[in-house]
């Protein structure tokens, strides 16, 4: 690990050098200038959430390590390093870790490159066993698989996990080190009953199990299911997501054969917000070329008063669905682009999903629709959930969706709310220029330094 005068000379450098020309531009709060007290230069590795920047800037807002001293700074660049750097869930104390270049969370504590037959070493499970074992011809669909090669699927799986999944403790900042291609491909930061985090500037790719389940019971042909989100909050409060991109580059759905005639889905979420998380703000992301992006509330029966998330200025590209799918909480979306052109074999089903009385206020959004999809589709719901929008575009023209949806379905949106978003900084009345400038601002990369 650097030394503590190192670390604080490469602070010094590591400055967000905000343009007076993007200001002016009213590229908005999280773009570039990310502090309710921006100056002409700040750090960004001590960054917080400025004032009023949606849910997770309410209260005490979020502020993750700002606070860490020398000896809880890291610069990591290997698996074990972030390990290391992230610690005992338990130790509360403000870190700060950045993250330099590409860390592979399939690697051992050497370095040392694993492959999924790496995981199912020793535990006795085989796909070609497991195949046979739960043929649906033979073992029916009524009940979920049990039996020796489920057990031998759950422990290669745990052991998988094991080392994938990264624990993050409360009042933590991740950052990407701008200019090296930050990020983590087939991991999982598990942010779980911890509150005040920030994860900044990475690319997160290809988070893959190695072991989905087989479950004949979900829907009419059953399906596979796999284990890890790329960022997943479960009962987290007050986190911040902000300038990352995520994609299933590396492996996509395409490369996915078939069992049982149901694809063998090897990814689930993106960034996945569940277990009564709450006061959350994703903003400048980019999500791309995925199937299950984005799930606010793991359940219907999610209890109320928690899963309030704002999502603005966010990029959608080659998203199938969940973007995001809603339950319960109170979901402002702001001045995001969706484009649903089909892409790397990504087909759209529907963008905003408002289910289990959600109250969802989609406000000032951009979608790029081809003339294959009708603007029906871009809206789902159980018949109970709301979306209240305004200014709306779709290819340019103000759209009302929750009325074009509804005109072709039973189960119908609502097209009012239970409450008013306050906390909007950064909020474009404008929004037809919004595909251009989210193609420059959003996602891992852009932020730089000095």
């Given at each position: 690990?650097?030394s503590?005068?190192?670390?604080?000379?490469?602070?010094?450098?590591?400055?967000?050098?905000?343009?007076?020309?993007?200001?002016?531009?009213?590229?908005?709060?999280?773009?570039?200038?990310?502090?309710?007290?921006?100056?002409?230069?700040?750090?960004?590795?001590?960054?917080?959430?400025?004032?009023?920047?949606?849910?997770?800037?309410?209260g005490?807002?979020?502020?993750?390590?700002?606070k860490?001293?020398?000896?809880?700074?890291?610069?990591?660049?290997t698996?074990?390093?972030?390990?290391?750097?992230?610690?005992?869930v338990?130790?509360?104390?403000?870190?700060?870790?950045?993250?330099?270049?590409t860390?592979?969370?399939?690697?051992?504590?050497?370095?040392?490159?694993?492959?999924?037959?790496?995981y199912?070493?020793?535990?006795?499970?085989?796909?070609t066993?497991?195949l046979?074992a739960?043929?649906?011809?033979?073992?029916?669909?009524?009940?979920?698989?049990?039996?020796?090669?489920?057990?031998?699927?759950?422990?290669?799986q745990?052991?998988?996990?094991?080392?994938?999944?990264?624990?993050v403790?409360?009042?933590?900042?991740?950052?990407?080190?701008?200019?090296?291609?930050?990020?983590?491909?087939?991991?999982?930061?598990?942010?779980?009953?911890?509150?005040?985090?920030?994860?900044?500037?990475?690319?997160?790719?290809d988070?893959?199990?190695?072991?989905?389940?087989?479950?004949?019971t979900?829907?009419?042909?059953?399906?596979?299911?796999?284990?890890?989100?790329?960022?997943?909050?479960?009962g987290a409060?007050?986190?911040?997501?902000?300038?990352?991109?995520?994609?299933?580059?590396?492996?996509?759905?395409?490369?996915?054969?078939?069992?049982?005639?149901?694809?063998?889905?090897?990814?689930?979420?993106?960034?996945?917000?569940?277990?009564?998380s709450?006061?959350?703000?994703?903003e400048?992301?980019?999500?791309?070329?995925?199937?299950?992006?984005?799930?606010?509330?793991?359940?219907?029966?999610?209890?109320?008063?928690?899963l309030?998330?704002?999502?603005?200025?966010n990029?959608?590209?080659?998203?199938?669905?969940?973007?995001?799918?809603?339950?319960?909480?109170?979901?402002?979306?702001?001045?995001?682009?969706?484009?649903?052109?089909?892409f790397?074999?990504?087909?759209?089903q529907?963008?905003?999903?408002?289910?289990?009385?959600?109250?969802?206020?989609?406000?000032?959004?951009?979608?790029?629709v081809?003339?294959s999809?009708?603007?029906?589709?871009?809206?789902?719901?159980?018949?109970?959930?709301?979306?209240?929008?305004?200014?709306?575009?779709?290819?340019?023209?103000?759209?009302?969706?929750?009325?074009?949806?509804?005109a072709?379905n039973?189960?119908?949106?609502?097209?009012?709310?239970?409450?008013?978003?306050?906390?909007?900084?950064g909020l474009?009345?404008?929004?037809?220029?919004?595909p251009?400038?989210?193609?420059?601002?959003?996602?891992?990369?852009?932020l730089?330094?000095?």
């Amino acid at each position: 690990m650097a030394s503590a005068s190192h670390r604080r000379s490469l602070r010094k450098r590591r400055v967000l050098v905000v343009s007076a020309a993007v200001v002016a531009a009213g590229v908005g709060a999280g773009a570039l200038v990310l502090s309710a007290n921006a100056t002409s230069a700040v750090d960004l590795y001590h960054q917080t959430l400025a004032a009023k920047d949606g849910w997770a800037s309410s209260g005490s807002g979020t502020t993750g390590g700002a606070k860490a001293d020398a000896a809880h700074t890291f610069t990591v660049t290997t698996r074990a390093q972030l390990v290391k750097a992230l610690g005992s869930v338990s130790d509360t104390a403000p870190r700060i870790i950045e993250v330099k270049g590409t860390i592979d969370a399939n690697t051992d504590d050497s370095g040392k490159k694993l492959t999924c037959a790496d995981y199912a070493a020793g535990t006795g499970y085989s796909l070609t066993a497991y195949l046979k074992a739960f043929d649906p011809s033979a073992y029916g669909r009524a009940k979920l698989p049990s039996g020796t090669q489920e057990s031998a699927r759950a422990a290669a799986q745990k052991k998988q996990a094991a080392n994938i999944v990264f624990k993050v403790p409360a009042n933590t900042t991740i950052v990407g080190v701008p200019g090296t291609k930050a990020g983590i491909t087939g991991g999982m930061l598990q942010i779980q009953k911890v509150g005040n985090v920030i994860v900044r500037n990475l690319t997160f790719a290809d988070t893959e199990d190695c072991f989905p389940q087989w479950d004949p019971t979900d829907g009419d042909d059953g399906n596979w299911n796999s284990e890890y989100d790329s960022v997943t909050l479960r009962g987290a409060t007050h986190v911040w997501a902000d300038h990352n991109t995520f994609t299933d580059a590396g492996h996509l759905d395409s490369a996915n054969p078939k069992y049982y005639g149901r694809e063998y889905q090897v990814h689930d979420g993106e960034l996945d917000i569940t277990k009564s998380s709450d006061l959350v703000t994703v903003e400048h992301n980019q999500f791309t070329s995925h199937d299950k992006t984005m799930l606010i509330g793991s359940s219907d029966s999610e209890p109320g008063g928690k899963l309030r998330v704002t999502l603005h200025h966010n990029l959608w590209k080659g998203v199938v669905q969940r973007a995001p799918l809603t339950r319960v909480g109170q979901v402002h979306l702001y001045n995001n682009v969706y484009d649903v052109t089909p892409f790397n074999g990504y087909n759209l089903q529907y963008s905003i999903n408002s289910r289990a009385r959600a109250q969802v206020v989609a406000q000032n959004n951009y979608w790029t629709v081809p003339g294959s999809i009708k603007l029906s589709k871009l809206l789902s719901g159980d018949g109970t959930g709301s979306v209240a929008g305004t200014g709306n575009l779709v290819n340019g023209t103000t759209t009302d969706l929750v009325a074009a949806y509804n005109a072709a379905n039973s189960k119908k949106i609502k097209p009012t709310v239970n409450w008013t978003p306050t906390l909007t900084a950064g909020l474009e009345s404008s929004t037809k220029n919004l595909p251009t400038e989210l193609a420059k601002t959003a996602g891992a990369g852009v932020l730089t330094a000095s």
